[in-house]
């Protein structure tokens, strides 16, 4: 190499330049590289947790496709993250199947009994919050295991037990205790259910009664088994015979209306997804009763701001964002539920039209678009899970599951190792009654058997040329919403890539009232100036994150991006072509 340096300083002389200042410019350090963050060419997972990430990286490592990965990652996070989703719950799948070129909206949420009425959660006209949380009746019939076994039947190319093997293995072997399940533990609506059941007691506390500490060794054998009977006997093992009953049994002795044949009945239903274009990209995601129609509402909205111009997380382009966000929670409440049971005009709601009448309403002041009787500013909790997946084949899930509340409504059935969904609370308790969650909902949303309520959860893929390049979603109850939508913006908008995308800080607002939350990180003189627009600011402080949970896979070129959130346990990984599986933080091969 020393002749290249001979060479230049001879060009250099032969212009009359300064040499010495010349040569301290060929051997100086770059000032500035590409940040190194996960990624590889042969397939890539992101989840709250870095079990359920390893364990869909070994799928695709031993030849599974995304689907299969997709299996296996959901059930992972059944055992090791309880407080957040599990096989008592349900969950929306949104996928892109390569092979047949066709994108799958599959609804396992999980429905109300058939024999649910309006007035469940009433008595003498006053809502039962008690009954509404903990009670047998905020128990839908649980759709995530059906679910996954319809995916993997009809997608995957593994047998359940292979998918399921991870899954078994923490559950029986062990598994480290995460920061978010020690903090959900203190929370007063988790120790109320751990006074209502000795079974959760036994499977989620020591032997002492006492909390698991981060990083704690926990094991969940009640379930390592039940697992083990799913995957030598299907699905079926679950939603009939004797496993079935003992649902049906405790969730109506806690005040449920089930019946055997609301288990036994139970199929994942197939939507159709929704789609829109937002800047040079197309946007797929999941109809009603998802929140996906809000989400492309709101971006329909912000088409009409240069945002790249106006500049990531500025005072303008945090107006516009918040002021397109508080439009589409508007709506959401208003005319949005289960398509099955009332009309949606879901081409109104996400066509380029509605959303340019919308977008006339702002100004540069602080708007408010919703009714805020009744409505008060409060700390909601944030739950649920999400995770991405994307193959080598061209394949992509982006799946989000929950049990709603921390750990559901506390029932465990003994001996059976996992807690039941409180799902029913989506529903409207009655009209105007205010959610757990910080919602108001009118009659489209109102209790009906065999309906399913309203979510905020909104998986979504954003193509590029027809294909996908992003798989993307959120936890975090409301801001689920909030969140997925600020991560498709810092993906198109501003170019960023998933370790980037969803570590700045975030914004969530959903009326002018109830305030617009910012985290720690946008200048005090941003926020003044959004104060002077009227915003009613809620000051995250440095300690704090907002519970914005998001994960998502990028495609870029022939490598796969993944990254989960550092606001909570989230985890990327990708997969190299000799076998090595990288994690956020770690190269090792496993």
Same mark, same amino acid.
């Given at each position: 190499?020393?002749? @290249? ?11 009359? *330049? ?83 070129? /066709? ?23 006053? *809502?039962?919050? /008690?009954?509404?949380d903990l009670g047998g009746q905020s128990v839908a019939i649980p759709g995530l295991l ?55 007691? /036994? ?32 699905? +079926? ?23 055997m044949s609301d288990l036994i009945d139970y199929q994942p239903k197939f939507r159709i ?9 197309? $946007? ?84 408010? @678009? ?7 500013? +409060? ?9 991405? *997946? ?6 992509? $899930? ?32 009655? *009209? ?51 969140? $997925? ?72 070129? /022939? ?32």
């Amino acid at each position: 190499m020393m002749w @290249y340096y001979i060479k230049k300083a001879k060009q250099i002389l032969l212009k009359g *330049v300064d040499i010495m200042a010349e040569q301290k410019k060929l051997y100086m350090w770059p000032s500035h590289w590409r940040r190194p963050v996960v990624h590889g060419p042969c397939g890539a997972v992101s989840s709250n947790s870095v079990y359920a990430t390893r364990a869909g990286l070994e799928i695709l490592k031993n030849g599974g496709n995304a689907f299969d990965a997709a299996v296996a990652v959901s059930l992972v996070l059944s055992v090791v993250e309880p407080h957040h989703s599990g096989i008592g719950g349900g969950c929306f799948s949104l996928i892109y199947s390569s092979k047949h070129n /066709e994108f799958i909206a599959l609804d396992g949420r999980g429905t109300a009994p058939k024999n649910a009425r309006e007035d469940l959660f009433l008595k003498d006209g006053v *809502v039962q919050n /008690e009954w509404k949380d903990l009670g047998g009746q905020s128990v839908a019939i649980p759709g995530l295991l059906r679910t996954l076994e319809v995916l993997l039947h009809k997608y995957g190319t593994m047998q359940f037990s292979e998918v399921a093997a991870p899954a078994i293995r923490y559950a029986e072997q062990g598994f480290g205790t995460s920061y978010t399940n020690v903090l959900t533990m203190y929370d007063d609506s988790v120790k109320r259910k751990l006074k209502l059941s000795a079974p959760m007691r /036994e499977i989620y506390l020591k032997k002492d009664g006492s909390f698991y500490g981060f990083g704690e060794i926990q094991k969940n054998a009640a379930l390592a088994d039940l697992l083990k009977q799913i995957a030598k006997h299907g699905a +079926d093992y679950f939603y009939q015979g004797r496993v079935a009953e003992q649902i049906v049994s405790l969730i109506n002795e806690r005040g449920g209306c089930f019946t055997m044949s609301d288990l036994i009945d139970y199929q994942p239903k197939f939507r159709i997804p929704i789609r829109t274009t937002y800047r040079d990209c197309e $946007v797929v995601t999941f109809p009603p009763p998802s929140s996906g129609c809000s989400v492309i509402e709101m971006l329909n909205i912000l088409e009409h701001s240069d945002l790249k111009a106006l500049r990531h997380n500025t005072a303008e382009s945090i107006h516009v964002l918040a002021e397109a966000i508080k439009l589409g929670f508007a709506d959401r409440n208003e005319m949005l539920g289960d398509p099955d049971f009332v009309p949606i005009d879901v081409e109104k709601i996400i066509s380029k039209e509605f959303a340019n009448e919308r977008h006339r309403l702002i100004t540069d002041k602080a708007g408010e @678009y919703l009714s805020v009787e009744f409505i008060e500013a +409060d700390n909601y909790p944030g739950n649920t899970s999400h995770f991405s *997946v994307m193959d080598s084949y061209g394949n992509a $899930v982006s799946q989000t599951q929950t049990v709603r509340d921390w750990f559901g409504s506390g029932i465990v059935v003994d001996g059976l190792g996992f807690v039941l969904n409180n799902t029913m609370s989506d529903f409207s308790a009655a *009209v105007g009654a205010l959610t757990s969650q910080g919602l108001i909902y009118g009659t489209a949303n109102a209790i009906q058997g065999g309906k399913t309520p309203l979510s905020s959860m909104s998986p979504c893929l954003i193509l590029r040329d027809g294909k996908p390049f992003l798989a993307i979603g959120s936890a975090g109850g409301p801001r689920i919403i909030t969140g $997925v939508l600020q991560g498709i913006v810092n993906a198109v908008d501003y170019g960023m890539t998933p370790e980037r995308l969803v570590n700045l800080p975030y914004i969530h607002v959903i009326t002018n009232a109830q305030g617009l939350e910012v985290e720690y990180g946008i200048s005090e003189d941003t926020l003044k100036i959004l104060e002077a627009k009227g915003h009613n600011l809620i000051r995250n402080s440095v300690d704090q994150a907002m519970s914005t949970m998001i994960n998502s896979v990028m495609k870029v070129g /022939e490598n796969y991006y993944a990254a989960g959130t550092a606001r909570v346990d989230g985890c990327g990984g990708a997969l190299l072509p000799d076998g090595n599986i990288v994690l956020e933080g770690v190269s090792q091969e496993i």
